[in-house]
């Protein structure tokens, strides 16, 4: 597979080049460059295919120009220790639970598959190579969890003050490990004001070979296309009706990667998610994404730092647009609404769901009773584990789920062994000691 900008279809990269160089010089976005017909792999597939099967055929199937089946099948192996669970919940429902990662959220899977991925095209190439990111202890979390073990990648982490947590000692690169946490004496925005400009400047990404771990880079989001394919694969031998996923569009990354899962062949009917100010109901009552009212060429580069997904979903409508508008439904879905969604989901089935789960599920509602559509199967897609939103599901619910061990820990704060100002000189020092 090939991959090209979002504002450039005329030049195109391998896989290896779009994760290792993951911002294209035009300030687009990598994208695939075209489609793949998976059927052959998909109709094999059925509920005694494991994820980590799907992942490694699916992988061996795009990549094919790349990595061999076994290559495919180790780094699918190595990736997903863990995996989805599809639990139905009544006759046209199912939940498509993404939390059972090491870290309870949905980007433990593409942090894994990305790290495996890039560690196994650094030591064919005899190289390495630093990711930066800002965290407040979750998504480091999932960072140092994806890393850990590995030799040819090495991840720095920047705190706020006082938020240092998500890693043990023996993870530091002082300690022979791969992660370089640090304290930076400033708030998250200025943060990642910093961490942008060195993203920003080629001969610092060129001179450390930086690359990224959030989902600007295409390889952790490739994966994410994944879930509807192990989704499918348990629900085509019960379902025979139409096949909706349901879910929040947050920087839109799930949604791109559904698309993507229908671009390599899934069947699926469509994708009901909570509109927001960029992708809304345009007057026809179908879907729009407002941003495509400025030209892409007269926009600033991506944000390295704070990505959304957003252009991803243009270059989709703008290949496909009179399709899209039958494929993305946006549905207006207020505070209200969510938390009785989240009420009714815990009444109803026993069911914890944070807002942005219970905002798809109000979202799914009215779809189907719009359209009068009683025959379809929604499944609903819950990003991170429900104990991580306590506070809110407490509110809509009087209840809250327990938090299990595993994610307990990485509350558990860690007193900071190294602590810098906020300037780039800094941040430059630390990739000096780490070259």
Same mark, same amino acid.
């Given at each position: 597979m090939q991959f090209t900008s979002t504002r450039n279809g005329k030049d195109t990269v391998s896989f290896s080049q779009a994760?290792?160089?993951?911002? &294209? @010089?035009? +300030? +687009?976005?990598? *994208?695939?460059?075209?489609?793949e017909d998976l059927r052959p792999w998909i109709n094999y597939m059925d509920e005694s295919t494991s994820f980590q099967s799907i992942a490694g055929a699916l992988t061996s199937a795009l990549m094919k120009e790349e990595f061999s089946p076994l290559i495919s099948e180790a780094i699918a192996t190595r990736s997903f220790p863990f995996s989805p669970e599809l639990k139905q919940l009544d006759d046209s429902l199912y939940e498509l639970e993404l939390f059972h990662g090491p870290t309870g959220t949905h980007k433990d899977f593409g942090l894994s598959y990305l790290t495996n991925s890039i560690e196994h095209i650094l030591w064919y190439q005899e190289k390495t190579a630093v990711v930066l990111a800002v965290t407040n202890g979750e998504t480091g979390a999932s960072i140092v969890q994806a890393c850990r073990g590995k030799k040819h990648i090495k991840a720095v982490l920047f705190f706020e003050p006082g938020t240092m947590r998500g890693f043990n000692e023996s993870d530091c690169v002082w300690n022979g490990g791969n992660i370089y946490p640090v304290e930076v004496q400033a708030d998250r925005k200025t943060i990642a004001s910093l961490i942008g400009d060195v993203y920003r400047t080629p001969e610092l990404m060129e001179k450390y070979n930086l690359t990224l771990a959030n989902t600007v880079n295409i390889g952790r989001l490739l994966s994410h296309s994944f879930f509807y394919m192990y989704a499918f694969s348990r629900l085509r031998k019960k379902v025979w009706g139409d096949i909706y996923y349901a879910l929040n569009e947050n920087n839109f990354g799930n949604l791109v990667a559904g698309l993507y899962s229908w671009k390599f062949s899934l069947p699926v009917n469509g994708f009901i998610t909570n509109s927001s100010p960029s992708l809304t109901l345009a007057a026809d009552g179908t879907c729009f994404v407002l941003d495509s009212l400025v030209p892409l060429k007269d926009r600033g580069a991506s944000d390295p730092v704070n990505p959304s997904n957003i252009e991803r979903l243009e270059e989709i409508f703008a290949t496909?647009?009179? *399709?899209? @508008? +039958?494929? *993305?439904? &946006?549905?207006? *879905?207020?505070?209200d609404e969510a938390q009785e969604a989240c009420k009714e989901l815990f009444m109803k089935y026993g069911e914890f769901a944070d807002l942005a789960t219970s905002r798809a599920y109000a979202a799914a509602k009215k779809r189907i009773q719009m359209e009068e559509d009683e025959e379809s199967t929604v499944v609903l897609v819950a990003a991170d584990h429900p104990s991580l939103h306590c506070d809110e599901i407490r509110h809509a619910c009087g209840e809250s789920p327990s938090m299990p061990d595993r994610i307990k820990d990485i509350y558990v704060p860690v007193k900071p062994v190294k602590k810098i100002k906020p300037d780039r000189k800094s941040i430059e020092l630390i990739l000096k000691e780490l070259n």
């Open positions: 994760i290792l160089h993951c911002l &294209p @010089k035009d +300030g +687009g976005m990598y *994208v695939p460059a075209y489609s496909s647009a009179p *399709v899209m @508008k +039958g494929l *993305v439904f &946006p549905v207006n *879905v207020t505070n």
